[in-house]
Antibody, heavy 122, light 107 residues
Framework: EVQLLESGGGLVQPGGSLRLSCAASGFTFSTYAMSWVRQGPGKGLEWVSVISGSGGSPHYADSVKGRFTISRDNSKNTLYLQMNSLRAEDTAVYYC???????????????WGQGTLVTVSS | DIQLTQSPSFLSASVGDRVTITCRASQGISSNLAWYQQKPGKAPKLLISAASTLQSGVPSRFSGSGSGTEFTLTISSLQPEDFATYYCQQLNSYPPTFGGGTKVEIK
C-alpha cells in the first residue's frame, strides 16, 4: 500500500525557515517523480515544486523560486522541501504527491500525503 | 500560465441527480487534463487522467470528456459519498495549474 507521510510543519515568523519531510513507502520511491502541492486556508490547490526520481530536474513555481529547495534521499525514501524567507502568503497545507508514471514526469498525482500545515505569522 | 475556469463554483444537488462540472482552459491543452475529488480535511484524490481515463477503483458513475479548451466531469447518479469539492488540473504546459474548484453540496 502506497503511503506518504509529511512532517515538519508549524508556526514560523515571516522571514523564517522550515524544512518539510515526506516519508514514502509501498512503492519503488526512486523511480517516481515527486511534487509538493499546497493549499491556502479555504483556497484552491497550487503546485509548488517537482523533482525527478533520480533527484535531478527540480522545477519551481514562480511564487517560490529562489526561496524553496526541493530534494530527496532515495536511500531513506524521503522527499524534502526547504523553505526559506517565508512570507504570510506561504501559509498553507503542504502536500507531497507521487507522479502517476515511473517512465516520465506526467504531473498527474495519483497518491497524496495527508498534508502538513505551515503558518507564517508574527 | 494557463488559467482554468471551473463552473459552477458551487452546486447544490440531490442524491440520484446527474451532475456536470465544466472546466475551461485559457488556451488549448489537448487532452492533458485531470480531475480530482477532495473531501474536507483530506487530500485530493485523482479520479480521471487524460481527460477521460478513469483511475482504478473510481466508480463508473464518474466520467470525463473534452479536449482543447472545454472539459466536463459528469457524475451520472450522485451518491452521498460524492459530496465534495472537485478540481480540474492541466498539465499540458508548465507550470501545472488547477481550477478554482466546484463544491458539490446536498440540496
Amino acid at each position: 500500500e502506497v503511503q506518504l507521510l509529511e512532517s515538519g510543519g508549524g508556526l514560523v515568523q515571516p522571514g523564517g525557515s522550515l524544512r518539510l519531510s515526506c516519508a514514502a513507502s509501498g512503492f519503488t520511491f526512486s523511480t517516481y517523480a515527486m511534487s509538493w502541492v499546497r493549499q491556502g486556508p479555504g483556497k484552491g490547490l497550487e503546485w509548488v515544486s517537482v523533482i525527478s526520481g533520480s533527484g535531478g530536474s527540480p522545477h519551481y513555481a514562480d511564487s517560490v523560486k529562489g526561496r524553496f529547495t526541493i530534494s530527496r534521499d532515495n536511500s531513506k525514501n524521503t522527499l524534502y522541501l526547504q523553505m526559506n524567507s517565508l512570507r504570510a502568503e506561504d501559509t498553507a497545507v503542504y502536500y507531497c504527491a507521487k507522479d502517476l508514471s515511473s517512465i516520465q514526469m506526467t504531473y498527474y498525482f495519483d497518491y497524496w500525503g495527508q498534508g502538513t500545515l505551515v503558518t507564517v505569522s508574527s | 500560465d494557463i488559467q482554468l475556469t471551473q463552473s459552477p463554483s458551487f452546486l447544490s444537488a440531490s442524491v440520484g441527480d446527474r451532475v456536470t462540472i465544466t472546466c475551461r482552459a485559457s488556451q488549448g491543452i489537448s487532452s492533458n487534463l485531470a480531475w480530482y475529488q477532495q473531501k474536507p480535511g483530506k487530500a485530493p484524490k485523482l479520479l480521471i487522467s487524460a481527460a477521460s481515463t478513469l483511475q482504478s477503483g473510481v466508480p463508473s458513475r464518474f466520467s470525463g470528456s473534452g479536449s482543447g479548451t472545454e472539459f466536463t466531469l459528469t457524475i451520472s447518479s450522485l451518491q452521498p459519498e460524492d459530496f465534495a469539492t472537485y478540481y480540474c488540473q492541466q498539465l499540458n504546459s508548465y507550470p501545472p495549474t488547477f481550477g478554482g474548484g466546484t463544491k458539490v453540496e446536498i440540496k
